[in-house]
């Protein structure tokens, strides 16, 4: 076969379908289609879903290329329609419902496609009525899940993992007459936001679950806001799938939307998956209805006790000749003024006064915390003292010698236009000076009377003290110090009165093994210094903020 009908993201949509019954109009018997990502992940769904819509056999599999059979009793100029008892669930799904129910109110989300209801009943009778007299399939989870999604909507059939298959929120109501965020009460005692515990907890939970939903559209979500609020009585997460392949699509709008329009906590959201907590103030439909039912009545309890008080006082001054002064002493009018004076006066002055002294609160343990780290850290750093303490005591140099060679301003010159046009060096790597760098040069001078030194330090003082060093335990002559674009070079002269040492490595000085140990435990010990500083610059800008929110709560405190 010299060619194919290509599937794209979206599935087999109905322009695949239309290519292949091309193919079978031209006379082909076979059609093949090329599945992509992500339906190509299940070739076994992809083909279920094939055979479904073409009404078609698949009877060879390669690779991503599925290969469907039209059939010996194909008919042209035809509306193809070969459905499949198996496939009969299946179909059902698609039809959407004509009503779901929301809350406890009795409420029921009307589609528009309800009219297709009657003629699903009408052609798919017998072969529901052979479906069940066939024996049960499927785990009681997997019938149970079937049934809860069956009642939320129409199954979405495209879907590209194996089933249950979500359902189609696209096909949900875009607008539900009535519908309004739902009423919320968080349990006593409980936080209503969740810990870090928590949020970890629920997303572990949620990965194993079915997906729920299948969306492509980013607006208009009441239907599938109502069918979540009613998944939400029986799952404490929903679980909603991006349709992959449609354009313009927005999973953070998405997200937002549903999560204003149905009160919950989204716990994850990606370009595949948005996950909703129902919360832990979530109360279903009827348990909400009967707590607003019963805080009215407690309210309409209240006005009617302060009523009969302020009749039964009326007529006791009428009868008595009592003072027409009123008393409010434990009344529900006592109550409410004491809120009107007080506590909704001083909302704003309390709120304030809260949250300085959680910033007082979070200042003082940041401030503890920094002052732990900064002793560990003087802790760490007088060990780092002691460990150099004690490998400096192990390196003895040598004293300047008093009966020192003189040169002349000509011969110094020679030597240094010798060592600068000189290829062999002498390199002093991170541990610096010890017996192997002297033993080094010492070779040199055995076949020419300069040697040039590179070092990498960048600071005068230090290129200096490395020079000087040099020229004390040699026991040379140092001709200069030249600067080179990236390092500096110290050029040394073994002198006239040359005479190679017996032994060509220094006891006095530390063995490589112990300058490498004390180049990193200098490093280590200028890295803590440098952090050591950072944090008692945070600890003085920690207590100066302290000192300022103490004054603000001082300043805000009312006087007794």
């Given at each position: 076969?010299?060619?194919?009908?290509?599937?794209?993201?979206?599935?087999?949509?109905?322009?695949?379908?239309?290519?292949?019954?091309?193919?079978?109009?031209?006379g082909?018997?076979?059609?093949?289609?090329?599945?992509?990502?992500?339906?190509?992940?299940?070739?076994?769904?992809?083909?279920?879903?094939?055979?479904?819509?073409?009404?078609?056999?698949?009877?060879?599999?390669k690779?991503?290329?599925?290969?469907?059979?039209?059939?010996?009793?194909?008919?042209?100029?035809?509306?193809?329609?070969?459905?499949?008892v198996?496939?009969?669930?299946?179909?059902?799904?698609?039809?959407?419902?004509t009503?779901?129910?929301y809350?406890?109110?009795?409420?029921?989300?009307?589609?528009?496609?309800?009219?297709?209801?009657?003629?699903?009943?009408?052609?798919?009778?017998?072969?529901?009525?052979?479906?069940?007299?066939?024996?049960?399939?499927?785990?009681?989870?997997?019938?149970?899940?079937?049934?809860?999604?069956?009642?939320?909507?129409?199954?979405?059939?495209?879907?590209?993992?194996?089933?249950?298959?979500?359902?189609?929120?696209?096909?949900?109501?875009?607008?539900?007459?009535?519908?309004?965020?739902?009423?919320?009460q968080?349990?006593?005692?409980?936080?209503?936001?969740?810990?870090?515990?928590?949020?970890?907890?629920?997303?572990?939970?949620?990965?194993?679950?079915?997906?729920?939903?299948?969306?492509?559209?980013?607006?208009?979500?009441?239907?599938?806001?109502a069918?979540?609020?009613?998944?939400?009585e029986?799952?404490?997460?929903?679980?909603?799938?991006?349709?992959?392949?449609?354009?313009n699509?927005?999973?953070?709008?998405?997200?937002?939307?549903?999560?204003?329009?149905?009160?919950?906590?989204?716990?994850?959201?990606?370009?595949?998956?948005?996950?909703?907590?129902?919360?832990?103030?979530?109360?279903?439909?009827?348990?909400?209805?009967?707590?607003?039912?019963?805080?009215?009545?407690?309210?309409?309890?209240?006005?009617?006790?302060?009523?009969?008080?302020?009749?039964?006082?009326?007529?006791?001054?009428?009868?008595?000749?009592?003072s027409?002064?009123?008393?409010?002493?434990?009344?529900?009018r006592?109550?409410?003024?004491?809120?009107?004076?007080?506590?909704?006066?001083?909302?704003?002055?309390?709120?304030?006064?809260i949250?300085?002294?959680?910033?007082?609160?979070?200042?003082?343990?940041?401030?503890?915390?920094?002052?732990?780290?900064?002793?560990i850290?003087?802790?760490?750093?007088?060990?780092?003292?002691?460990?150099?303490?004690?490998?400096?005591?192990?390196?003895?140099?040598?004293?300047?010698?008093?009966?020192?060679?003189?040169?002349?301003?000509?011969?110094?010159?020679?030597?240094?236009?010798?060592?600068?046009?000189?290829?062999?060096?002498?390199?002093l790597?991170?541990?610096?000076?010890?017996?192997?760098?002297?033993?080094?040069?010492?070779?040199?001078?055995?076949?020419?009377?300069?040697v040039?030194?590179?070092?990498?330090?960048?600071?005068?003082?230090?290129?200096?003290?490395?020079?000087?060093?040099?020229?004390?335990?040699?026991?040379?002559?140092?001709?200069?110090?030249?600067?080179?674009?990236?390092?500096?070079?110290?050029i040394?002269?073994?002198?006239?009165?040359?005479?190679?040492?017996?032994?060509?490595?220094?006891?006095?000085?530390?063995?490589?093994?112990?300058?490498?140990?004390?180049?990193?435990e200098?490093?280590?010990?200028?890295?803590?210094?440098?952090?050591?500083?950072?944090?008692?610059?945070?600890?003085?800008?920690l207590?100066?903020?302290?000192?300022?929110?103490?004054?603000?709560?001082?300043?805000?405190?009312?006087?007794s």
């Open positions: 076969m010299g060619r194919w009908a290509r599937a794209k993201k979206a599935g087999v949509t109905e322009e695949v379908v239309d290519d292949l019954r091309r193919e079978w109009a031209r082909e018997e076979l059609a093949a289609v090329r599945i992509v990502e992500p339906l190509c992940r299940n070739m076994d769904r992809a083909r279920e879903i094939l055979e479904i819509k073409t009404g078609g056999l698949v009877v060879w599999t690779g991503d290329i599925h290969f469907v059979y039209r059939g010996s009793n194909y008919q042209q100029n035809t509306n193809h329609s070969h459905y499949f198996s496939d009969a669930q299946n179909m059902k799904h698609n039809v959407p419902t009503q779901l129910e809350g406890n109110e009795g409420e029921m989300l009307t589609n528009a496609n309800s009219k297709a209801d009657d003629a699903f009943q009408e052609k798919y009778q017998s072969i529901c009525g052979q479906n069940d007299e066939e024996p049960v399939k499927g785990t009681l989870y997997e019938r149970e899940v079937n049934r809860l999604l069956d009642s939320l909507g129409p199954r979405f059939v495209d879907w590209w993992w194996n089933t249950p298959l979500p359902v189609d929120a696209d096909l949900l109501p875009e607008f539900v007459p009535g519908f309004k965020t739902p009423f919320r968080c349990p006593p005692g409980v936080r209503p936001t969740l810990a870090d515990e928590e949020l970890t907890y629920l997303r572990k939970l949620a990965q194993p679950l079915p997906t729920h939903f299948a969306l492509g559209r980013n607006t208009r979500l009441q239907g599938l806001a069918a979540i609020l009613k998944l939400w029986k799952s404490l997460i929903a679980k909603i799938a991006v349709k992959v392949g449609i354009q699509t927005n999973n953070e709008q998405m997200a937002w939307n549903l999560k204003h329009l149905t009160g919950g906590t989204v716990i994850l959201r990606n370009k595949d998956f948005i996950i909703l907590y129902r919360g832990k103030d979530f109360l279903p439909g009827g348990v909400a209805q009967t707590v607003i039912q019963r805080e009215a009545q407690v309210h309409d309890e209240q006005v009617k006790e302060e009523e009969a008080r302020l009749k039964a006082v009326d007529s006791l001054q009428m009868v008595g000749g009592l027409s002064e009123e008393s409010s002493v434990g009344t529900f006592e109550y409410q003024n004491f809120q009107a004076d007080h506590v909704h006066g001083n909302t704003e002055n309390s709120n304030t006064i949250e300085l002294e959680a910033e007082k609160h979070r200042l003082e343990k940041e401030l503890k915390d920094q002052e732990w780290k900064l002793s850290l003087n802790k760490k750093i007088e060990r780092s003292n002691q460990a150099l303490a004690k490998l400096h005591n192990s390196w003895s140099p040598l004293e300047e010698s008093a009966d020192k060679e003189l040169l002349t301003e000509e011969e110094k010159a020679m030597f240094r236009m010798i060592g600068r046009k000189m290829d062999g060096l002498v390199l790597g991170r541990r610096g000076i010890f017996d192997g760098v002297i033993e080094e040069i010492h070779q040199h001078w055995k076949h020419k009377e300069v040039k030194v590179i070092t990498k330090q960048n600071q005068a003082r230090q290129i200096m003290y490395t020079a000087n060093l040099l020229e004390v335990e040699t026991g040379g002559i140092l001709i200069a110090v030249e600067k080179l674009p990236t390092s500096h070079s110290i040394l002269y073994r002198g006239k009165n040359y005479h190679r040492p017996e032994k060509s490595s220094s006891s006095n000085l530390l063995t490589k093994r112990e300058a490498l140990r004390r180049s990193i200098v490093q280590r010990r200028g890295s803590m210094k440098y952090f050591a500083r950072e944090r008692q610059k945070s600890i003085l800008e207590k100066r903020r302290l000192r300022y929110v103490a004054r603000q709560i001082k300043y805000r405190t009312p006087r």
